[in-house]
C-alpha cells in the first residue's frame, strides 16, 4: 500500500478508532460505578424503553459498531477512485458519524453511573442537540485533515512526476465542472445595472455601451470546464461562446496546482501574459496544462487534479496510438 493511501485509512478510521477509545477510556476510569446491565436504548423523552444489555455485551457491541463502521468507511474509501470533492465529504462524513456514536455511547455510560435500576435511567433529549454539535465540530476536523492527504487515485505515475488515471484500454471517461466568479459576476451585475441608471438619468447613448459592458463582464463570470477525448475545453457564460479548446495533440503534460489571480495573472476573467494564457475565476486550484509549445495555459476549477490526471491519460493513450 502507498503511502497516500496509508495516510488516507488513517484519517478515514481515525473518527471511530478515537470514539471506541474514549469509551473504552470511560469505562476503565469509572466502571466500578457501573452495575452489571446497563439501559442502551431511549425513547424520544429519554426513558429507557428496552430491557438492559450486560456491561460486556455493551462492550463487545461498541467494538463490533465501531470496527465495522470503520472498515466500511475505509473501504469505500479506497475501494475505488474518488474525486476529490466525494473523497472530502466521506471523510468529513465519517468524522461526524463517529463524532455523533461515540458521544451518544459515551453519554449513555455517564447516565448509567451509580443506578441501581436501569428502568429508571434517563438519556435526556438535550444530549442529542449536544451530540449533533460534536459531530458538527467533528466534521470540520476532517475536512481540515483532508487538507493534508492526497487522492491515492493521482499519485505522479508519470516520468516526469505527473499524475494518471488507471483506465482500461479502450475504455471512455470523462470530467467536467462549472466554475465562476464572484468578483465578476458582482461587477457585471453593477454595471448592467449602471448601463440602465446612465440610459435613463445621463444620455441614451452611453447606456448601452456601460450595459454591453457588464454583458460581457457575466459571459466571463462563469465557465463549463471538460475533459473527453478531443482535450480540455472551457466554454464560457450560459450560452457556452466563447469556447477554448487544447487539443490533446497540443498538451505535453497537465497539472494541478494553486495560483494566485491577481499576482500571477492580473486579475479575473480570460488573461493573456508572457507564455501563458489562462481562464481565471478566482485564486485556487487550477488545470495547468503547459503545450507541445512551451506556452501555458490555465483554468481555476475546483477538482482540477482530477482533470489532470485524465488529461495525462488520454494523451499518452493518443501518443501511443
Do not use: C
Amino acid at each position: 500500500m502507498n503511502q497516500a493511501r496509508i495516510r488516507l485509512a488513517t484519517v478515514t478510521v481515525a473518527p471511530f478508532a478515537l470514539a471506541l477509545g474514549v469509551q473504552l477510556a470511560v469505562l476503565l476510569i469509572v466502571g466500578d460505578r457501573l452495575p452489571d446491565s446497563l439501559a442502551t436504548h431511549f425513547d424520544i423523552s429519554g426513558d429507557s424503553d428496552r430491557d438492559p444489555m450486560s456491561r460486556t455485551a455493551a462492550l463487545v457491541a461498541s467494538v463490533l459498531l465501531f470496527a465495522g463502521v470503520g472498515a466500511l468507511w475505509v473501504v469505500s474509501a479506497l475501494g475505488s477512485p474518488l474525486t476529490a470533492r466525494a473523497l472530502k465529504w466521506l471523510t468529513a462524513g465519517g468524522w461526524a458519524l463517529g463524532g455523533l456514536l461515540g458521544y451518544t455511547l459515551t453519554a449513555t455510560l455517564f447516565a448509567n453511573l451509580d443506578a441501581t435500576d436501569s428502568s429508571a435511567v434517563r438519556l435526556p433529549p438535550w444530549q442529542l442537540g449536544v451530540g449533533a454539535a460534536v459531530a458538527l465540530a467533528a466534521a470540520g476536523v476532517g475536512l481540515l485533515l483532508t487538507r493534508f492527504v492526497p487522492n491515492p487515485g493521482h499519485e505522479p505515475t508519470g516520468d516526469d512526476g505527473t499524475t494518471r488515471i488507471d483506465l482500461a484500454e479502450g475504455e471512455l471517461a470523462g470530467w467536467s465542472r462549472r466554475t465562476g466568479s464572484g468578483p465578476l459576476l458582482a461587477v457585471g451585475l453593477a454595471t448592467l445595472t449602471a448601463g440602465v441608471v446612465v440610459a435613463v438619468a445621463v444620455s441614451w447613448r452611453y447606456g448601452p455601451m456601460v450595459f454591453v459592458i457588464g454583458l460581457l463582464a457575466l459571459v466571463f463570470a462563469s465557465a463549463h470546464v471538460s475533459v473527453d477525448r478531443h482535450g480540455l475545453t472551457v466554454r464560457m457564460g450560459a450560452l457556452s461562446w466563447p469556447r477554448v479548446r487544447v487539443p490533446l495533440a497540443d498538451i505535453d503534460t497537465a497539472s494541478s496546482r494553486r495560483i494566485n489571480a491577481v499576482a500571477e495573472y492580473g486579475g479575473w476573467g480570460y488573461r493573456i501574459r508572457h507564455k501563458r494564457t489562462g481562464v481565471v475565476m478566482r485564486s485556487g486550484e487550477a488545470i495547468v496544462v503547459r503545450r507541445t509549445n512551451g506556452r501555458e495555459f490555465a483554468v481555476t476549477v475546483a477538482d482540477s487534479a482530477t482533470a489532470a490526471a485524465l488529461l495525462n491519460t488520454l494523451v499518452d493513450r493518443r501518443k501511443r496510438g
